[in-house]
């Protein structure tokens, strides 16, 4: 039975075959020949013609079919057929088809523009995927450096700013956007060369300036949007971060609010100082922006040279919110609130080995700190068209810092309490009127009045200078205030000529007025026993600078050459004690540069110029002041003009957009006469009295080397750099003794921009440091670090960072320390929420050693870090 049952089987199977040609009858290749069950229409077997034509379909069941005829280049054909115990023989002959295809655009977007002074990076070719803020990606732009401390350099120039959409919020207090601000809604970066803060200035002065603009993608624009993320520790000390941005950026009105509250070292400001005091040299209307009050004494809270989250043991809590109204198509406002608290604790030891002279002994110091900050800040900024040459601007500025440090200081077995309270505020008001009467031709007339307050109380609670003083006191006081007051007027006439040539005259007046009171007081317990002559200060300083300055560039085809001369008539009064004097000097200060656009790649900007330079309030006050617990210093007690004179050298090769691109940086200076120090060093004391000493040269050199290697798709930059000066002073009543300092540093990295799984960032520095005076001392530091990156899918990625730093002038067990830090980041719903673990200083190293040396001490200095802890975030974006 079962053969039988073979045999029918056998029997009722049968093929199909054929050929297959085309509308002239000749064979048609590679024809889809499909056969389908005429039921349901399910495929049976399917086959293709060869180069005759030919097809064959094999073991066909009887039964009905359909059969199929089918290529792009003909009309689709289908054949009924029955298959009835036979096979059977099935030859066609297609009909052309012609297909219309839809119009298909191809475009291209290229990672880099450039259009004239702006290039243009398109930011989703930069970014790999782990970026979280804005300064995650600036990174990675090529040709832009990020500091440690988050300042942004193009070569060795810092920008001016960074805009929104062609607006600014926080001038050079930029990091605050930077570290803050998402990246998410960035469409592409500009950057803008030869920029100017006035846009009447545009293409008439010679700007060097350079400034960064952040285009947002459209659906970002007009509609509020924002984020908010929030972390805590895992299995570790009470470690949070909390971090929100709220924002609207639309055409007429921009919001940008945020908030930042941590205590795991994350700086969420940059330089506080660089929000309050932006400063711009040599620009028009800058008038003042050097101006500032001095503060005498601080705690010596001072960190070591690494990631600030590492060393920064703090409390933080931050709130900005910034606002810009377009009033009209004339009147545009700017209103800016700042709200900073933090707590910082430091811990420091250290061992002090001095050796001056005839003199030799060792200080040890325990250091344990605390600072308390807490700083408002208030800024209006009012912009007023007139016409559309004419503008008004005023700026008006508020801020008040208040500061509470103590300190429990272990001085060589003697345990010293140290408190010091601080208060600064600043009032600031500026007014500018710009008038640009004809095509190149701008006038400026700017006004400027500042008023500042520093008061410091400072006591320690151990009395330390027996050698010193008589007196039978057991511990110490200093009072001090230092008010400030400037006023300035200032006209500006800038004239660009038809041929290139720029003239440019400047006049102007600018008063200071420095008060300056401190009181050092003996105390036993509460009772004041004495306040110690010469060091006290009562003192009025007053300089009134009326200046003319003159500057024309001639425009020479490939060459711009540079002349200025700077006049100043000073009129300096010194009410110190009630007791005046008064100096009327007159000085000239000469410039002459010279830029040499060789070609589109060569470069070179020289300048030679002779300076004069008027004391300051520090320089002339007659009292010692103290400086720290044990240190006190002196002005000279008379007036000063110190002259010296400076040449710089600066070479660039290359473009952006190259794959090759170098810069080098040359400054040597000297000074005719120069402030240093006759310092008595004791152990349990120091002091310093300025003196005026001739002669004094400083070299500085430095290099960068930006190479791009497509074959890798890696970017090397190497950077050279070279300090060296010499200078006198006299230590302990010897005789003029000569000071020579040398320090170098040189280093690489290595950073990949794959678009895959992988990228990584590698790098290596090292820091040469050489004192020479009648010994000499040396040391050579490194420090390596290897950033990887591991993109393993849209939703899920790791990011691992390792340092190595190592000294060479510590002991073996001393001299190397390692650091690892982890993120790894979920993305849960993209652009909504993501998750995120991080963990800081995997490796635990709670100490931290460095070595240092100066022209009369060695010093040891371990300081305690943030220890390791796990922070679990989610972040979550509407």
């Given at each position: 039975m079962f053969l039988i049952t073979i045999s029918i089987n056998c029997y009722s199977q049968w093929n199909i075959i054929g050929k297959v040609g085309d509308n002239k009858k000749k064979p048609a290749f590679l024809i889809n020949v499909v056969l389908k069950k005429s039921t349901d229409l399910s495929i049976i077997?399917?086959?293709?013609?060869?180069?005759?034509?030919?097809?064959?379909?094999?073991?066909?069941?009887?039964?009905?079919?359909?059969?199929?005829?089918?290529?792009?280049?003909?009309?689709?054909?289908?054949?009924?057929?029955l298959i009835n115990n036979e096979s059977i023989v099935y030859n066609i002959n297609l009909v052309d088809e012609v297909t219309i295809l839809d119009e298909v655009i191809i475009t291209s977007e290229k990672p880099i523009t450039i259009k004239k002074d702006t290039i243009s990076f398109l930011a989703k070719s930069f970014i790999q995927g782990n970026e979280q803020v804005i300064e995650d990606l600036l990174k990675k732009i090529p040709g832009l450096n990020i500091t440690s401390d988050g300042t942004i350099k193009v070569g060795n120039q810092e920008v001016e700013k960074v805009m929104i959409d062609g607006d600014d919020m926080f001038e050079r207090g930029y990091k605050i956007l930077t570290k803050n601000m998402p990246v998410n809604p960035v469409e592409k970066v500009e950057i803008y060369q030869h920029y100017s803060n006035n846009k009447h200035l545009k293409g008439i002065e010679n700007s060097n300036k350079v400034a960064l603009n952040l285009t947002l993608k459209e659906d970002a624009k007009r509609v509020w949007f924002g984020n908010i993320s929030a972390g805590y520790g895992l299995g570790s000390e009470n470690r949070y971060e909390v971090r929100s941005n709220l924002m609207n950026f639309g055409k007429k009105n921009k919001y940008y609010f945020l908030t930042n509250i941590n205590n795991i070292g994350e700086d969420a400001t940059g330089e506080i100082n660089n929000l309050i005091r932006p400063?711009?040299?040599?620009?028009?209307?800058?008038?003042?922006?050097?101006?500032?009050?001095?503060?005498?004494?601080?705690?010596?809270?001072?960190?070591?040279?690494?990631?600030?989250?590492?060393?920064?043991?703090?409390?933080?809590?931050?709130?900005?919110?910034?606002?810009?109204?377009?009033?009209?198509?004339?009147?545009?406002?700017?209103?800016?609130?700042?709200?900073?608290?933090?707590?910082?604790?430091?811990?420091?030891?250290?061992?002090?080995?001095?050796?001056?002279?005839?003199?030799?002994?060792?200080?040890?110091?325990?250091?344990?700190?605390?600072?308390?900050?807490?700083?408002?800040?208030?800024?209006?900024?009012?912009?007023?068209?007139?016409?559309?040459?004419?503008?008004?601007?005023?700026?008006?500025?508020?801020?008040?810092?208040?500061?509470?440090?103590?300190?429990?200081?272990?001085?060589?077995?003697?345990?010293?309490n140290e408190r010091l309270n601080a208060n600064n505020q600043l009032f600031d008001q500026k007014i500018v009127f710009t008038n640009k009467f004809k095509e190149n031709k701008v006038f400026l007339l700017s006004s400027r009045y500042i008023n500042e307050k520093t008061l410091q109380n400072y006591s320690v609670n151990q009395f330390i200078f027996n050698d010193l003083f008589t007196e039978n006191a057991n511990n110490t006081k200093q009072f001090s205030k230092n008010k400030m007051q400037f006023a300035g007027l200032?006209?500006?006439?800038?004239?660009?000529?038809?041929?290139?040539?720029?003239?440019?005259?400047?006049?102007?007046?600018?008063?200071?007025?420095?008060?300056?009171?401190?009181?050092?007081e003996l105390l036993q317990n509460e009772n004041n026993l004495a306040f110690p002559n010469g060091y006290q200060?009562?003192?009025?300083?007053?300089?009134?600078?009326?200046?003319?300055?003159?500057?024309?560039?001639?425009?020479?085809?490939?060459?711009?050459?540079?002349?200025?001369?700077?006049?100043?008539?000073?009129?300096?009064?010194?009410?110190?004690?009630?007791?005046?004097?008064?100096?009327?000097?007159?000085?000239?200060?000469?410039?002459?540069?010279?830029?040499?656009?060789?070609?589109?790649?060569?470069?070179?900007?020289?300048?030679?110029?002779?300076?004069?330079?008027?004391?300051?309030?520090?320089?002339?006050?007659?009292?010692?002041?103290?400086?720290?617990?044990?240190?006190?210093?002196?002005?000279?007690?008379?007036?000063?003009?110190?002259?010296?004179?400076?040449?710089?050298?600066?070479?660039?090769?290359?473009?952006?957009?190259?794959?090759?691109?170098?810069?080098?940086?040359?400054?040597?200076?000297?000074?005719?006469?120069?402030?240093?120090?006759?310092?008595?060093?004791?152990?349990?004391?120091?002091?310093?009295?300025?003196?005026?000493?001739?002669?004094?040269?400083?070299?500085?050199?430095?290099?960068?080397?930006d190479r791009y290697f497509k074959p890798i798709k890696s970017n090397l930059k190497i950077n050279l750099g070279a300090n060296k000066t010499n200078f006198k002073n006299i230590v302990n009543n010897s005789n003029l003794r000569e000071v020579k300092n040398f320090n170098a540093d040189y280093g690489f990295e290595l950073r990949s921009g794959f678009r895959g799984f992988f990228n990584y960032h590698i790098g290596s520095k090292w820091n040469y440091n050489q004192v020479e005076t009648t010994i000499k001392n040396s040391f050579t530091d490194n420090m390596s670090f290897l950033d990887l990156s591991f993109m393993f899918s849209d939703k899920f990625n790791i990011q691992l960072q390792s340092e190595r730093y190592f000294f060479g002038n510590l002991d073996k067990d001393n001299n190397k320390y390692y650091f690892l830090d982890l993120e790894a980041r979920y993305v849960v719903k993209e652009n909504k929420l993501t998750f995120f673990l991080s963990g800081n200083n995997l490796f635990n190293t709670e100490t931290f050693r460095n070595y240092s040396i100066s022209d009369i001490n060695i010093s040891q200095t371990e300081y305690r870090l943030m220890p390791r802890y796990m922070l679990l975030k989610m972040e979550y974006r509407f």
């Open positions: 077997n399917y086959t293709f013609t060869n180069e005759n034509g030919d097809y064959e379909i094999h073991n066909i069941p009887n039964g009905e079919y359909f059969l199929e005829f089918s290529s792009i280049n003909y009309e689709r054909k289908t054949i009924p057929l400063y711009r040299f040599d620009e028009p209307a800058s008038i003042g922006d050097d101006q500032t009050a001095n503060t005498l004494l601080g705690l010596g809270i001072d960190t070591p040279n690494l990631k600030q989250k590492r060393v920064n043991l703090n409390n933080a809590e931050m709130l900005s919110l910034n606002s810009i109204f377009t009033l009209s198509d004339k009147i545009k406002l700017k209103i800016l609130g700042f709200l900073n608290t933090d707590e910082i604790d430091f811990f420091r030891n250290s061992l002090q080995q001095f050796s001056v002279e005839n003199t030799t002994f060792t200080n040890t110091e325990n250091f344990v700190g605390r600072k308390t900050q807490l700083t408002g800040f208030g800024k209006v900024d009012l912009t007023y068209d007139i016409t559309k040459t004419k503008t008004f601007a005023y700026t008006g500025k508020f801020n008040k810092t208040n500061e509470k440090n103590r300190s429990d200081l272990l001085f060589n077995n003697d345990l010293l200032e006209a500006h006439l800038l004239d660009k000529k038809r041929n290139g040539d720029l003239l440019e005259l400047k006049i102007g007046n600018q008063v200071r007025i420095d008060d300056l009171n401190t009181s050092f200060n009562n003192l009025t300083y007053t300089t009134n600078d009326l200046y003319l300055s003159a500057k024309y560039d001639f425009k020479l085809k490939n060459f711009t050459l540079l002349t200025q001369s700077d006049f100043h008539q000073l009129f300096n009064q010194l009410a110190n004690f009630e007791e005046k004097t008064t100096q009327n000097p007159f000085y000239i200060m000469p410039k002459i540069g010279l830029d040499w656009k060789i070609n589109d790649k060569n470069k070179i900007l020289t300048s030679y110029s002779y300076n004069t330079t008027n004391a300051g309030v520090l320089d002339v006050y007659s009292g010692f002041v103290q400086t720290g617990f044990r240190s006190f210093s002196k002005g000279l007690e008379e007036f000063n003009q110190l002259n010296s004179s400076s040449a710089v050298l600066n070479y660039t090769y290359g473009s952006w957009g190259d794959k090759f691109f170098a810069n080098t940086f040359i400054l040597y200076s000297t000074n005719n006469d120069f402030f240093s120090n006759n310092s008595i060093i004791a152990q349990n004391y120091s002091q310093s009295e300025k003196i005026i000493i001739k002669d004094r040269e400083f070299l500085s050199i430095s290099s960068s080397i």
